[in-house]
């Protein structure tokens, strides 16, 4: 009969299995804490690529239109968050038919992407009853 620790059993138990437990949950719970803030900082840029053209404000909310390489990209956001309610954002490339993502969110509606090449764009935003509607832009 063999007991635990024995020579030639093949398997140690003791103090290391509980030991290399603690450290992965150590490195695990300080990676955790390195990328939180970096992820929540980075979520409105992860939603569209391309730089910034325009943000479009109004009484309940705000519409932020990106642009890269021929393409915009619209997220409407509210002023107050986390209640679902009813949001959309619209982008129509010049000669084409409108994008629209709309229905009832908590934090925002899109995005939205078209490829517009070099032609003129028109985008909208709506949050509850207010909205914002631009004409052509970004020609």
Not at 44 to 67: D, E, I, M, P
Not at 98 to 109: C, I, K, L, N
Not at 111 to 120: F, I
């Amino acid at each position: 009969m063999r007991r635990d620790g024995d020579a030639g059993s093949g398997i140690r138990r003791g103090p290391r299995r509980p030991a290399a437990f603690l450290l992965a949950a150590l490195l695990g719970s300080g990676l955790l804490v390195l990328g939180g803030p970096a992820v929540g900082s980075a979520h409105a840029a992860a939603l569209c690529s391309g730089h910034k053209a325009r943000t479009l404000s109004f009484a309940t909310g705000r519409t932020v239109v990106y642009k890269n390489n021929g393409y915009v990209c619209a997220v409407t956001y509210p002023k107050r968050g986390g209640t679902r309610q009813y949001m959309s954002v619209g982008v129509q490339a010049r000669g084409n038919r409108q994008v629209v993502d709309a229905g009832r969110f908590t934090h925002h509606a899109g995005p939205v992407t078209v490829h517009a090449g070099h032609r003129c764009v028109k985008v909208t935003g709506k949050v509850g009853s207010r909205s914002v509607s631009t004409g052509w832009i970004l020609c």
